[in-house]
């Protein structure tokens, strides 16, 4: 058996960005209603204030602060109605001292008017004048040009994931066009001659495949295009043609499978076969995920990866490679991680980062989170929880009540 | 004026609970692949044992426990090899003691083993022995039968939205045709004279439609179908026609907009003259978001809302009572919300609910929330915040350091 170092996560993901540091990951430009989700490819900068005229944010009269600067409960102002502001339209005349206009929430503030009185503090008098029981400061009641993105702001950030009022501010700005970055396309093979789909009644010694369909499904949540998805039985054969055929087309090819030796040593064979300058991770120090490869194929510009076998490992380490791997290439924050009291001691693997799935529990307005304990084969470990938190290698093990991050789910 | 009495979020809550008493959210059948983020409509149960047959953790020896009870290093035990199991295929023989047979990792055990000694404590030995050197315990080194999950327990809960490990599970259990629960219809109509599609550069006194593009994303994300969205114009006899359509096949139409007192009386006045019991909340106790105005018609079993115009405030109110109710009808959990210690003193609104927009900062092995002040009027509220925390009304402000629940957007 042919003796290999494992990597730390840290270490394998310093080898997987300098493989794909030549990638420019594509731009493609979606409609403003599809872009929920997607990540911005370019900083995006208003060509103009928002709003672009001064706009009421009450009810009332537009003045000139000045004149009302009097004006109380007993000693009311009295200015001369100009005119009125419909909604939608220009206030197409100019206020003089002593004048006022009506305006309505979200109307223009005619030239000349600097502040708006709310119509409670107001009263109609005669054919043409209004009463003002309160006074207005410079600005009051109203948003100034340009006081929600001023022209030339920038109003998005390259990288941010778009989220729905992200989507109105491109609205606002007239934005209905989006750069966005592209979805890296993934092709995942499914190996393993116990393996039979979902529809499938299994015969004894066979399994039903649980990674096509949990690996495709965390691939499209984070972002991943899926462009092919297959069972491979055991032949190397076989998964050497398949792996050629992705490579054609996938920037990424995760085969998962192969938790016997035999089978490692085939799925590590064949991507150094069909990849020049070929693997590069022979096993991470990740509990659990250890049996994990990577290489790289630099003609086809192709990063293989072979998974473990189990599910929970082959997701977790999806996750923290290449989920990982994305953000960093468009730039896009990580979401918050939930901070919570672990529920018990925990002993853990030193030498080994470990991710254990954990579920949240509110209680004494703190949350706790309690491993779940089960063993890395078993789907259901996964089910029950709601995120992971991730233990340092250089710990022994964590105690009761020691605060760990949950990374949601 | 009319007065009327503003209901606190906790009112408005129950009462459309109780307008929807009668609703059953419709469940459809959807296949595996497309059942992300759905919520499950019934109790999913496994029909039998996952695994379905004892299967290696190791690649090694399976045996019976008690043969391996004196082995050591220095004294190894020596058992016949009945055989070798293949990956995929039925162990189709019986060990008696003294004997064990070669199994891969995720391979049957035979009948009469009960636990795996790994390969690395074991030598070949002779023609058809093997010799190992370490001792296994019943069970050990192997999944039991339905230890994933057992035959008529429960896989998934009703309620539950599905993650990618679920949909594993899902597979696992043979389950391909995934009982989910319909998403309600919703129309959105944005009212206003000065509402220009964001194509279109808005004249003075015109602005840009935000709220349409943020609130069917809004609504999109949290799990609603959208029927419709359209500007409409300032007129009641507009809105009617609108309002009567959309009833006709929308669970709820959302009107958003009338921010002056005269559109959200003309909504208010619509509203009643097309349903019936008509309006039953006028107002909420909520800041952003008191002009809310909520009805129900009983005929077309449709929910009425009047919606602020501001869009931070039509988001808040969304997100506060729609997606609420989805949750609520479905049975499903809110995601975690993440404790957070306030970066400042913070005034708040006694005999108001505060929702206030915040971001989050990663410092010192905690999380700060930097509370963002700004006009419920500008988007850019929103756009600069991770999430939103609330405030009850009881409290008359929060003090630098208290600890709040930023819900994340």
Redesign the interface.
Known sequence: MELFKVDSLEQARQKLLRAVKDWMLPTETVN??SS??RCLAVDLFSTFNI???R?S?V?GYAVIAKDTTAAGESIPVILSVKGK???????DFVLKSGECAEV?????LPEGADAVVM?EYSEPFGRNKAVLYQSAANGENA?QIG???REGEL??KQGKRL??????????????RVPVYGRPTLTILST????VI?????????????????????A??NGFEILHTAIIP?SEETLEHALLSAMQNSDIVAISGG?????KDATRAVIERVSVPGVFTHGLALKPGKPTIIGYDEASRTLLAGLP?H??SA?MVFELLFSWLLHEMTGSEM?????ARISCNLASSPGRLTCWPAK?K?MD???TAEPIFG?A????T??K??GYFIVDRNREGLLEGE?VL?H??
Chains 1, 2 share one sequence.
């Open positions: 403003l209603e929920l989700g709003p672009a005229f706009r944010t009810d502001v419909e909604m939608g339209e220009a206030a309505p929430t979200g109307g223009m119509v948003v006081e929600d993105v109003l998005l989220l729905p009022q992200d989507i109105g501010a491109l609205a606002a700005a007239g934005i209905t393993g001659d116990e393996l979902p529809d499938q009644k299994p015969l004894p010694g066979q399994i039903r495949d649980i990674n096509t369909y949990a690996l495709k499904t965390l499209e949540k055991d938790s016997s030796q035999g089978e076998g599910p929970v997701m979401p918050p991680a939930v901070p949240l509110w307005f703190a949350y063993k084969g078993l789907i259901t996964l089910t929880a709601n605060i949950v949601l789910f």
